[in-house]
């Protein structure tokens, strides 16, 4: 009996010392409930269609007749469902482009979808958008241009409160948004109401972006902030739809040469791209590119194809980032077959791709676990809020999956548990080959998520994942294995 109590007691005294089972430390900046809601949309589409479309320009002068807007068939179901037949998960609408021309029944300007046709000026299409993505089950975001053609007051104090003012409408008829979104470009030459001249704006202190953004946190508290310098989400600085191989979430804005602030419009483009390593926020990428050649549809233009969506999701989603994909609808009102179809095949092939986790039947050790709360079993159950992590101490460890048969994968997923932060700096992956282990994969930055696609297929039976370099203790949500489906 006693034999037993001082064992018994060794252990619990072993337990407390070696092993913790409280949560680590949260390392450097980290996301707020927002934007981790943000995080797990990953995919999501944005939808530019305005009179603009009518007239096959990107940027709508701002003198387009109202007249012209009118699509016959316009169906923002068939829009919402492409986009969910793809993978999307939420789609952001452009309300109001830098033509001015304002999607719904705005108090603010007589440039609206009232003066079109288009069911005789009853309309109001950032319902119908709305309506239909709630349908479905995506969300849904707005972007409302800063920078207005059309607008006779554009560069006047007076145009920043009616700016405002259609931002509160949006925000206020419209349901929970997730996102609202800011582009960059603002001020020059436009209609502005018959001037038809070029209005230059100081872009530092024009739209008064703590006061406007202020209207976004009380009326909307937790949609996402976007524009070139977050302060919710981050452009990843190019139009091209990728984050570099090496990004961090978190970030600094920073005025660019002479400046004193950074605003959108003049962010730190050099680092978008990387983000900065232990950065002031957690201010991860949003990777915007259109589906077809430009934002807006032209006849002449080809979407991408499933492999190439593919690829782009491979280096933004793959890299931490967000993929924010332009969906342009036609003069008809409805997205193209060509757009529906490459949409359907690319969604197809992420359903079909990372609907098989072979990781799930590996069996996983460690060489450090902190604790019965952070077993490996958490790597492969399917839940990023469960994780496994080391001891505060131990700051680089070895996961070794072992299964009973060789599995065949091509891409390898990795995710940190993000709650505490972007913690790990450096890894690689070996595995087992003709009886050697051999390395397939290395990289530093992980986050959110990570998606390796190697050259070609590698069958092993024992594989293991190195993390060399980490902060603090490491954490790590899940481990996937796949074949390119
Ligand atoms: C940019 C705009 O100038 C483009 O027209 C487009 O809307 C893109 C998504 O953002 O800043
Ligand atoms: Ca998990």
């Given at each position: 009996m006693?034999?037993?109590?001082?064992?018994?007691?060794?252990?619990?005294?072993?337990?407390?010392?070696?092993?913790?089972?409280?949560?680590?430390k949260?390392?450097?900046?980290?996301?707020?409930?927002?934007?981790?809601?943000?995080?797990?949309?990953?995919?999501?589409?944005?939808?530019?269609?305005?009179?603009?479309?009518?007239?096959?320009?990107?940027?709508?002068?701002?003198?387009?007749?109202?007249?012209?807007?009118?699509?016959?068939?316009?169906?923002?179901?068939?829009?919402?469902?492409?986009?969910?037949?793809?993978?999307?998960?939420?789609?952001?609408?452009?309300?109001?482009?830098?033509?001015?021309?304002?999607?719904w029944?705005?108090?603010?300007?007589?440039?609206?979808?009232?003066?079109?046709?288009?069911?005789?000026?009853?309309?109001?299409?950032?319902?119908?958008?709305?309506?239909?993505?709630r349908?479905?089950?995506?969300?849904?975001?707005?972007?409302?241009?800063?920078?207005?053609?059309n607008?006779?007051?554009?560069?006047?104090?007076?145009?920043?409160?009616?700016?405002?003012?259609?931002?509160?409408?949006?925000?206020?008829?419209?349901?929970?948004?997730?996102?609202?979104?800011?582009?960059?470009?603002?001020?020059?030459?436009?209609?502005?109401?018959?001037?038809?001249?070029?209005?230059?704006?100081?872009?530092?202190?024009?739209?008064?972006?703590k006061?406007?953004?202020?209207?976004?946190?009380?009326?909307?508290?937790?949609?996402?902030?976007?524009?070139?310098?977050?302060?919710?989400?981050?452009?990843?600085?190019?139009?091209?739809?990728?984050?570099?191989?090496?990004?961090?979430?978190?970030?600094?804005?920073?005025?660019?040469?002479?400046?004193?602030?950074?605003?959108?419009?003049?962010?730190?483009?050099?680092?978008?791209?990387?983000?900065?390593?232990?950065?002031?926020?957690?201010?991860?990428?949003?990777?915007?590119?259109?589906?077809?050649?430009?934002?807006?549809?032209?006849?002449?233009?080809?979407?991408?194809?499933?492999?190439?969506?593919?690829?782009?999701?491979?280096?933004?989603?793959?890299?931490?980032?967000?993929?924010?994909?332009?969906?342009?609808?036609?003069?008809?009102?409805?997205?193209?077959?060509?757009?529906?179809?490459?949409?359907?095949?690319?969604?197809?092939?992420?359903?079909?791709t990372?609907?098989?986790?072979?990781?799930?039947?590996?069996?996983?050790?460690?060489?450090?676990?902190?604790?019965?709360?952070?077993?490996?079993?958490?790597?492969?159950?399917?839940?990023?809020?469960?994780?496994?992590?080391?001891?505060?101490?131990?700051?680089?460890?070895?996961?070794?999956?072992?299964?009973?048969?060789?599995?065949?994968?091509?891409?390898?997923?990795l995710?940190?548990?993000?709650?505490?932060?972007?913690?790990?700096?450096?890894?690689?992956i070996?595995?087992?080959?003709?009886?050697?282990?051999?390395?397939?994969?290395?990289?530093?930055?992980?986050?959110?998520?990570?998606?390796?696609?190697?050259?070609?297929?590698?069958?092993?039976?024992?594989?293991?994942?190195?993390?060399?370099?980490?902060?603090a203790?490491?954490?790590?949500?899940e481990?996937?294995?796949?074949?390119?489906?």
């Open positions: 006693k034999l037993l109590t001082f064992a018994y007691l060794n252990l619990v005294f072993c337990t407390t010392l070696f092993a913790q089972n409280t949560t680590p949260p390392y450097g900046a980290i996301p707020s409930a927002r934007q981790l809601a943000w995080h797990n949309v990953e995919l999501y589409g944005l939808i530019h269609f305005t009179p603009t479309t009518f007239e096959d320009k990107e940027w709508g002068y701002g003198d387009a007749d109202p007249l012209k807007f009118n699509p016959r068939e316009f169906n923002a179901e068939q829009i919402v469902l492409a986009a969910k037949a793809g993978g999307l998960r939420a789609i952001i609408l452009v309300a109001k482009h830098h033509d001015g021309f304002a999607l029944p705005t108090k603010t300007t007589s440039y609206n979808i009232s003066k079109s046709p288009y069911k005789n000026g009853k309309a109001d299409m950032v319902k119908e958008f709305e309506t239909a993505a349908k479905h089950g995506l969300k849904f975001g707005v972007y409302c241009s800063p920078w207005d053609r607008n006779p007051y554009y560069g006047t104090e007076k145009y920043l409160s009616i700016y405002q003012e259609q931002l509160r409408e949006l925000y206020t008829n419209y349901g929970p948004l997730f996102m609202s979104w800011h582009d960059g470009a603002n001020g020059g030459d436009g209609y502005y109401g018959g001037a038809k001249e070029n209005r230059a704006i100081d872009n530092t202190t024009y739209y008064d972006w006061n406007t953004w202020e209207i976004t946190r009380k009326l909307q508290p937790n949609a996402n902030i976007f524009s070139d310098v977050g302060p919710d989400v981050r452009w990843v600085g190019n139009e091209k739809g990728i984050a570099a191989a090496t990004s961090w979430a978190t970030f600094t804005p920073m005025p660019p040469q002479g400046k004193n602030v950074a605003v959108p419009g003049q962010a730190n483009y050099p680092q978008s791209p990387t983000g900065i390593r232990n950065g002031k926020y957690w201010m991860p990428a949003e990777c915007d590119v259109p589906l077809r050649k430009g934002w807006f549809f032209h006849a002449n233009e080809r979407p991408k194809t499933p492999e190439e969506l593919f690829d782009l999701y491979l280096k933004s989603v793959g890299r931490g980032a967000g993929l924010d994909l332009g969906l342009a609808p036609d003069q008809r009102g409805i997205l193209h077959e060509d757009d529906v179809a490459a949409l359907n095949k690319f969604g197809t092939r992420l359903t079909k990372f609907s098989n986790n072979l990781a799930t039947k590996a069996t996983i050790i460690a060489s450090n676990i902190r604790g019965s709360n952070f077993k490996t079993s958490h790597l492969k159950d399917n839940n990023k809020s469960t994780y496994w992590a080391t001891n505060d101490d131990v700051k680089s460890a070895t996961i070794s999956l072992s299964f009973k048969t060789p599995i065949t994968f091509d891409i390898i997923s995710q940190e548990y993000i709650p505490l932060g972007q913690r790990i700096e450096q890894y690689h070996e595995a087992m080959i003709d009886g050697k282990w051999q390395q397939i994969a290395q990289g530093e930055s992980i986050g959110a998520k990570r998606l390796i696609k190697l050259d070609k297929p590698v069958s092993s039976r024992l594989i293991r994942v190195k993390i060399n370099k980490c902060p203790a490491i954490t790590l949500s481990i996937g294995l796949f074949l390119l489906g």
